[in-house]
């Protein structure tokens, strides 16, 4: 950075409502989900094991639970009050 912070400003829940509708995020956000099922059905499959070491498994498996729970994330995208609402 050039010594000025970059500054994200908030948006409100209608934009949120907005984005999420917009014809593009729905398009991404169904890519997004056909990558969360392709890394399960991979998981479940067993594949992140690797025969050649305990290690390497418990890693390639943290490594695909880890980019599942960022597509969740992703996925779940909401403010407060619709997650208690």
């Known amino acids: ?10 948006i409100s829940p209608e934009q949120l409502a907005n984005w999420k509708e917009h014809p593009v995020t729905v398009i991404i956000l169904n890519l ?4 969360r099922e392709k890394l399960y059905k ?5 594949g ?3 025969t050649d ?7 390639q498996t943290s490594m ?3 980019n599942i729970q ?4 992703l996925l779940n ?9």
């Open 70 to 73: 960022g597509l969740t994330f």
């Open 1 to 10: 950075m050039t010594g000025e912070e970059s500054r994200i400003e908030p």
């Open 77 to 85: 995208i909401q403010f407060e009050d619709e997650a208690n609402g």
């Open 42 to 46: 991979i998981l479940g499959d067993g």
């Open 53 to 59: 070491s305990a290690d390497s498994t418990q890693a």
């Open 64 to 66: 695909m639970i880890g």
């Open 48 to 50: 992140t094991l690797c």
């Open 32 to 35: 997004v989900r056909e990558e």
